[in-house]
């Protein structure tokens, strides 16, 4: 069964500083990994998808990368803002072509100091 | 942007009754799906729905919970009894085929 992690569960940095958020999975066999922004009582917003054959993902400030061998991805946040603060969350859908599912982190939630 | 939205955003009801959340997807999307967030836990997947059927359940999604796709654009999820334990938030997601999902803002259901 896969299982998603992301350690911490929180992270508090000053604005301006470059941040790294971790997501471990259990099996290796995903189709595609997505990272999502929630706000407080709020809905989930796709920020990146990977696909399985690809290394990395870019979009503004934003760069994620995966390694399916080592079951690891990365979310970059570059020059962190407090509008950055939110509950940031990874998921890896399988490889079973229409089975689409997604396995969810509990998510870190991120706070940025102005 | 089209954007995946839902009715009710909150919903209280007795512990027995039933509840229809809705959901209107993205229009030219294929893939549906149900997901729920039980306050301080993990986004748990409930329900995948493809070409007018259920490709795939996990094993909260029992007798007492259907999906309905009553015309071209709701998307329904019925818990026909509500029980304490199913207070949550409840997220509609769509899908052009198997890549981003989209979710709504989601329906807080609080079981009394």
């Known amino acids: 069964k896969q299982e998603v992690t992301q350690i911490p569960a929180a992270l508090s940095v000053p604005e301006g500083e470059n941040l790294v958020l971790n997501c471990s999975f259990t099996?290796?066999?995903?189709?595609?990994l997505q990272w999502f922004r929630q706000d407080p009582g709020k809905g989930l917003t796709s920020l990146l998808l990977?696909?399985?054959?690809?290394r990395e993902q870019t979009s503004g400030r934003l760069n994620a990368s995966l390694d399916k061998s080592s079951g690891r991805s990365t979310l970059y946040i570059a020059a962190s803002q407090p509008g950055d603060s939110a509950t940031y969350l990874c998921a890896v859908c399988p490889h079973t072509g229409a089975n689409s599912k997604l396995t969810f982190g509990k998510g870190i939630t991120l706070s940025v100091r102005p | 942007e089209p954007e995946v939205t839902q009715t009710p955003s909150h919903q209280v009801t007795q512990m027995g009754q039933e509840v229809i959340l809705r959901c209107v997807p993205i229009s030219n999307h294929l893939y549906f799906y149900w997901y729920r967030q039980i306050l301080g836990q993990k986004v748990e997947f409930l329900v995948s729905?493809?070409?007018?059927?259920?490709?795939?359940k996990s094993e909260i999604f029992d007798d007492q919970f259907s999906v309905e796709r009553p015309d071209g654009s709701n998307f329904t999820l019925k818990i026909r009894s509500t029980k304490l334990e199913d207070s949550a938030m409840y997220f509609c997601a769509s899908s052009r085929s198997v890549d981003t999902q989209y979710f709504g803002p989601g329906t807080r259901l609080t079981v009394l």
């Open positions: 990977i696909q399985s054959s690809q």
């Open positions: 729905f493809y070409n007018n059927e259920i490709s795939e």
């Open positions: 099996d290796s066999a995903i189709y595609n």
